[in-house]
């Protein structure tokens, strides 16, 4: 076996068309790593400046405050998903989805959509990373690679004369469609395990995501043997293959996320932040115990403090933004259960479509699918809680202004820390 493989590498380097594939399969592995690992890289540096900056910037703004309220308006806190080790093979998500906020006590729902006001777009076909070139390049280049290694023997007159000479099918046709789908692999591979060893990814993870991307080839070499063996021109096998291909790297995901989107309508991010931004402007309007009615049905504990004696009190003020997030907390929910529920859609979906299954399942790894950057928001949330927790008792019970309480100041510690 071991010199068959060797004989029909040596074929397989003197046919000029496998050694424009594979070198291109290389050169797009090469061009796929590197600009994940640039892009990932970028996202860290921006990260790496702007918590730096953040504290910084914080003591700057709450310099010459002399109340917990104008401490609590002009400081900003900086909340962000730091990309993994992973990230760079599959960006996911993280180019659709906000991955970095900085927040103030005001409302947040404002804050969040104010970064994402379009509709959030899960489509089953990426940009261009490793995941993408695996999952939809990789099996056009197999398809390349192998259509037609019966079908030229039988143009050149010499497919009988093989099988005679071998004694059987399989001595022919394995080594040589496994020499090149193996080529193939190493073409894809090599690149992929230097930038996960300069990324210090996990050797788990990137064994995982290997032996998908050879599975996932496996497929496709199975279906390329399949139609190969048809006694017809190679043209037509071709043609054949390329369709099949089409409609399961291509036609089927772009229909299932038609499909999808039709199912579950996503409310713009926009339509939250203008309701949000309509209830809060709309609190100056109205008389402040319509305003902290609904707060104080939210926190009972604080209605003991909650009469509002001046025309401008902070408690007020900050009453009133959360109120206005109350106001668009219904339709939020909707939002991110309609992502969800797209999420869950196309994972359906991906099923009949080996590309998108590929696709999914580095997002997953890699953190960067749409259930990570959705727990991202529910971080932000969530340290945002933990802010108003913070600065209510100070409001509520007009406590004098201490700054050295500020060292209690909740602090945003991201999942991946």
Same mark, same amino acid.
């Given at each position: 076996?071991?010199?068959?493989?060797?004989?029909?590498?040596?074929?397989?380097?003197?046919?000029?068309?496998?050694?424009?594939?594979?070198?291109?399969?290389?050169?797009?592995?090469?061009?796929?790593?590197?600009?994940?690992?640039?892009?990932?890289?970028?996202?860290?540096?921006?990260?790496?400046?702007?918590?730096?900056?953040?504290?910084?910037?914080?003591?700057?703004?709450?310099?010459?405050?002399?109340?917990?309220?104008?401490?609590?308006?002009?400081?900003?806190?900086?909340?962000?998903?730091?990309?993994?080790?992973?990230?760079?093979?599959?960006?996911?998500?993280?180019?659709?989805?906000?991955?970095?906020?900085?927040?103030?006590?005001?409302?947040?729902?404002?804050?969040?959509?104010?970064?994402?006001?379009?509709?959030?777009?899960?489509?089953?076909?990426?940009?261009?990373?490793?995941?993408?070139? =695996?999952?939809?390049?990789?099996? !056009?280049? @197999?398809? $390349? #690679? %192998?259509?037609? +290694?019966?079908? /030229?023997?039988?143009? *050149?007159?010499?497919?009988?004369?093989?099988?005679?000479?071998?004694?059987?099918?399989?001595?022919?046709?394995?080594?040589?469609?496994?020499?090149?789908?193996?080529?193939?692999?190493?073409?894809?591979?090599?690149?992929?395990?230097?930038?996960?060893?300069?990324?210090?990814?996990?050797?788990?993870?990137?064994?995982?995501?290997?032996?998908?991307?050879?599975?996932?080839?496996?497929?496709?070499?199975?279906?390329?043997?399949?139609?190969?063996?048809?006694?017809?021109?190679?043209?037509?096998?071709?043609? =054949?293959?390329?369709?099949?291909? !089409?409609? @399961?790297? $291509? #036609? %089927?995901?772009? +229909?299932?996320? /038609?499909?999808?989107? *039709?199912?579950?309508?996503?409310?713009?991010?926009?339509?939250?932040?203008?309701?949000?931004?309509?209830?809060?402007?709309?609190?100056?309007?109205?008389?402040?115990?319509?305003?902290?009615?609904?707060?104080?049905?939210?926190?009972?504990?604080?209605?003991?403090?909650?009469?509002?004696?001046?025309?401008?009190?902070?408690?007020?003020?900050?009453?009133?933004?959360?109120?206005?997030?109350?106001?668009?907390?219904?339709?939020?929910?909707?939002?991110?259960?309609?992502?969800?529920?797209?999420?869950?859609?196309?994972?359906?979906?991906?099923?009949?479509?080996?590309?998108? #299954? %590929?696709?999914?399942?580095?997002?997953?790894?890699?953190?960067?699918?749409?259930?990570?950057?959705?727990?991202?928001?529910?971080?932000?949330?969530?340290?945002?809680?933990?802010?108003?927790?913070?600065?209510?008792?100070?409001?509520?019970?007009?406590?004098?202004?201490?700054?050295?309480?500020?060292?209690?100041?909740?602090?945003?510690?991201?999942?991946?820390?």
């Amino acid at each position: 076996m071991i010199a068959a493989l060797s004989r029909e590498g040596r074929f397989m380097l003197r046919d000029r068309a496998a050694v424009v594939w594979l070198a291109l399969a290389f050169a797009l592995s090469v061009a796929a790593i590197a600009f994940g690992i640039a892009e990932v890289r970028e996202q860290r540096g921006t990260i790496a400046a702007l918590v730096e900056e953040d504290a910084a910037d914080r003591a700057n703004a709450i310099a010459g405050q002399s109340d917990w309220g104008g401490v609590a308006y002009n400081a900003f806190h900086l909340t962000y998903a730091p990309p993994s080790d992973f990230a760079f093979a599959a960006l996911g998500q993280r180019d659709a989805s906000p991955w970095l906020h900085r927040v103030r006590m005001l409302a947040l729902e404002g804050q969040i959509h104010e970064a994402d006001t379009r509709n959030a777009d899960f489509g089953l076909i990426g940009r261009f990373d490793f995941a993408f070139l =695996t999952a939809t390049v990789a099996p !056009l280049l @197999l398809i $390349l #690679l %192998l259509y037609d +290694l019966r079908s /030229a023997e039988r143009v *050149a007159g010499r497919h009988d004369l093989l099988l005679a000479t071998a004694g059987a099918e399989r001595a022919v046709w394995l080594p040589r469609s496994a020499v090149r789908f193996g080529a193939l692999m190493l073409a894809l591979l090599v690149p992929f395990w230097v930038g996960a060893a300069l990324e210090g990814a996990s050797a788990f993870v990137v064994a995982r995501a290997s032996a998908v991307v050879l599975v996932m080839l496996g497929v496709w070499w199975l279906i390329t043997d399949r139609l190969g063996r048809r006694n017809t021109a190679p043209a037509t096998i071709l043609t =054949t293959l390329i369709g099949v291909w !089409l409609a @399961l790297a $291509l #036609l %089927l995901p772009a +229909l299932a996320k /038609a499909a999808i989107d *039709a199912r579950y309508p996503v409310p713009e991010g926009g339509e939250i932040l203008l309701l949000q931004r309509e209830s809060v402007n709309s609190a100056w309007d109205i008389p402040k115990q319509a305003t902290m009615e609904p707060f104080l049905a939210r926190h009972p504990e604080w209605a003991e403090y909650a009469t509002i004696e001046r025309p401008f009190e902070w408690k007020w003020y900050y009453a009133f933004q959360q109120v206005g997030d109350q106001a668009a907390e219904p339709l939020a929910r909707q939002y991110r259960a309609a992502r969800l529920a797209r999420d869950a859609a196309a994972g359906k979906a991906a099923l009949v479509s080996p590309a998108s #299954l %590929l696709e999914r399942y580095f997002q997953h790894l890699a953190g960067t699918d749409a259930g990570a950057m959705i727990a991202y928001e529910d971080a932000v949330r969530a340290y945002h809680a933990r802010l108003r927790a913070f600065y209510y008792p100070l409001l509520f019970r007009d406590e004098p202004y201490d700054p050295a309480l500020l060292e209690d100041l909740p602090r945003f510690t991201p999942a991946a820390d």
